[in-house]
């Protein structure tokens, strides 16, 4: 156990891109850090706030056994919200690196579509390996 609890400390020996997700909620007091350990490994330049994404409609899946009653922490049932999205600038290899603070969110509510839209966008923003396909390079 051991073991494998100092392996996540590190970020694994291959070079993919990542993109962390949370709810503001999930977070502890101190939020979310200023640097990435996946940003410095990839040799990444700063880290920009992008414009916020704002949605009206609620997400579809979320944990409904946690709902008697939710918690703010857990999260509630889904409703609109915005997230902020934080990317790390040129990354070698044209990969991604990325944290998306779902606002006023927790855990386990619905993931608005926008937002989802925009996870999906950053994912299909990382570049293949050369002379390998998207799935043979671990993107």
């Given at each position: 156990m051991a073991a494998a609890m100092t392996a996540l400390r590190e970020p694994p020996a291959?070079?993919?891109s990542f993109i962390y997700e949370t709810g503001q909620?999930?977070?502890?007091?101190?939020?979310?850090?200023?640097?990435?350990?996946?940003a410095?490994?990839?040799?990444?330049?700063?880290?920009?706030?992008?414009?916020?994404?704002?949605?009206?409609?609620?997400?579809?899946?979320?944990d409904s056994t946690r709902q008697d009653p939710g918690s703010d922490a857990w999260g509630r049932l889904p409703r609109p919200g915005s997230a902020e999205i934080y990317e790390y600038q040129n990354c070698k290899g044209g990969?991604?690196?990325?944290?998306?603070?779902?606002?006023?969110?927790?855990?386990?509510?619905g993931l608005e579509p926008?937002?989802?839209e925009e996870?999906?966008?950053?994912?299909l923003s990382a570049k293949p390996v050369k002379g390998k396909t998207k799935k043979e390079s671990g993107d």
């Open positions: 291959h070079e993919f909620f999930e977070m502890d007091a101190k939020g979310m850090p200023e640097t990435s350990e996946w410095n490994k990839l040799g990444c330049g700063a880290r920009v706030k992008k414009a916020n994404v704002v949605d009206t409609k609620a997400g579809y899946v979320y990969r991604v690196v990325a944290d998306v603070i779902r606002v006023s969110k927790g855990h386990t509510e926008h937002v989802t996870l999906v966008k950053l994912m």
